[in-house]
């Protein structure tokens, strides 16, 4: 993902599941703190056919794995940003409105149309506007 020009629609793909990726990676993050938490609480480990590997080369390969779900993270956050930076040029109040409740809030249709009291219909009208405009805008 890193450097890669994302299309408007691979964009808000990403967002709509941000925090259900973020928290996903967590959850491995906290897992790889707990295995490290084990592999130094065993001692120091010797090299033998059972563990194959002796505590650092398990503590090296934990610190990578960890390194890599930093850099996944921070490609989520920078889609985010992007999104964030998208949706702020579009000129009209009402389609920044639903972008932003839909893809970085998560609401549902229904949730959007009542608080801009409005119809469903009326809020699909400006979401496609707005997926328009960013495509546009996207494009430059």
């Known amino acids: 993902m890193k450097q890669k020009h994302m299309s408007v629609k691979e964009i808000l793909e990403y967002a709509r599941w941000f925090e259900l990726q973020m928290d996903a990676k ?3 993050l ?3 703190k707990d295995l490290e938490q084990s592999v130094l609480s065993l001692g120091c480990m010797e090299e033998s056919e059972h563990f194959g590997e002796s505590q650092d080369g398990v503590l090296e390969k934990i610190g990578k794995m960890a390194e890599q779900l930093f850099g996944e993270m921070l490609d989520l956050l920078d889609i985010r940003i992007r999104l ?3 949706i702020g040029t579009l000129g009209h109040l009402r389609q920044q409105t639903v972008m932003v409740r839909r893809y970085l809030l998560n609401e549902e249709w229904s949730c959007i149309a009542e608080d801009l009291e409005c119809s469903e219909e009326e809020v699909h009208q400006l979401h496609e506007k707005a997926l328009k405009n960013l495509k546009k805008t996207n494009k430059q």
Do not use: D
């Open 26 to 28: 967590m959850v491995q």
């Open 30 to 32: 906290e897992r790889l």
């Open 84 to 86: 964030m930076h998208l």
